[in-house]
């Protein structure tokens, strides 16, 4: 097939946009053009890859430096709404979410059509949880990218997305649909309208997004799937087993102390490192057993002092370089590292915050893969536990290495970018 350009649109947070970078580079392998049309603020991510970005502003005007860090004071000013529940949560943070997602779309709605003219796509594929129409109106194919968890779309026999419900927990899912309709609803009459100004028909309460008629691609592995009442066409449907990016290798440092002993790896993603004092009991129970580990701190390395010999701290690390030489993780709950450790069959104690951080954290533990545990209502003792039950745990080393098998078997990037490529054959 001749060359063609195949435009990425993740939303602007770590976890899409790595995911996207994973998918690209597989679609250049290819021998095609992929290009990222992307928050100004993330411009320099996509190229610091070696891609081609083309900025759309998804608010108001403000300096590269700011734009860059919106999400991450956005997320920090929330964090005393993380010690709530995901039902509580709807009226801080996801109410507050949902309505700079919604106003991201309006100011979106203005840069995409000059820049669609000018990169000139033959193929878009957009990871967002939110209806761009400048996008399904160019006319080429468009393609969702579901980088959350996949009961993003919608059943009416799995957990509502946000909701941290188990799968069978019928009362959790319909106490949290009924809150988050009521509360969601002025946001959602308000996009409604933004929708028929640009010639698009009105979604369903509840619905920011539609899936694409061309190809939607989920991230989630199917050995942690939910059974749905109405599964998923797969002409149309189809689940990628993650999308690991290529990353430089990464060489383990030598700790003073416990250097011969179990490696755990530690992060909140890129826009939780904020959570200082939750980071800083974790090193301190760490500190004081017999593991070592890797802690992402982000942008506030000036927060700590005094680590202990057997903790290793960076404001980043290459993730899919260093999950596979550690022994477990503890992480968020973010899309990234929930479908990494289990790409390569590692087991995970998720501390959750937000958004679909609450529903892996629930599949994690009821698919036996790892642990869920309260952000901050936990003592030292229970922590160390979780983390020896993660090494002692037998029946679920040999679930996370099955899980492993299978989704190292699929390549997920080169599965997506051939299916890409298959939407002009």
Known sequence: MAQKTFAFFPEAAYGPALNSVGIAQAVQALGHRAVFLSDPGFVAVYEGYGFEAHPVALSEPMPPEQMAKFWEDFINGHIPNFRKSPYEQIDTYVKDCWTAIVESAKWAQKDLPGVLSRVKPDVIAVDNVILFPAIKQYGVPWVRIISCSENEIEDEDIPPHLSGCGEKDYACHRAFRERFNEVIKPIHDDFNAFLEQNGEA????????????????????????????????????????????????????????????????????????????????????????????????????????????????????????????????????????????????????????????????????????????????????????????????????????????????????????????????
């Open 202 to 425: 009105p979604y369903p309460l509840g619905q920011f997004f539609e899936t694409s008629p061309y190809l939607n691609l989920l991230l989630y592995p199917e050995p942690v799937k939910f059974t749905r009442r109405h599964p998923l066409d797969p002409a149309r449907f189809q689940y990628l087993e993650g999308c690991v990016r290529k990353e430089a290798p990464y060489e383990v440092p030598t700790f003073a102390r416990n250097n011969d002993g179990p490696l755990i790896y530690v992060s909140f993603g890129s826009l939780g490192a904020g959570d200082t004092e939750l980071l800083k009991r974790i090193i301190a129970a760490i500190g004081k057993s017999r593991f070592r580990a890797l802690v992402n701190i982000g942008d506030y390395a000036s927060a700590y002092s005094d680590l202990p010999d057997n903790v290793h701290v960076s404001n980043w690390f290459p993730q899919p370089s260093v999950i596979p030489q550690v022994d477990a993780v503890i992480h968020h709950g973010g899309n990234n590292s929930f479908t990494e450790c289990l790409y390569f069959g590692k087991p995970a104690i998720i501390m959750p915050y937000v958004w679909d951080g609450h529903d892996n954290a629930t599949r994690v533990q009821e698919t036996g893969h790892g642990f869920k545990m309260p952000r901050y209502d936990w003592t030292e003792t229970e922590l160390l536990a979780k983390l020896e039950a993660c090494l002692a745990d037998k029946a679920m080393a040999a679930r996370l290495a099955a899980t492993s098998r299978h989704m190292q078997a699929q390549n997920g990037p080169t599965k997506a970018a051939k299916l890409l490529e298959g939407l002009l054959a």
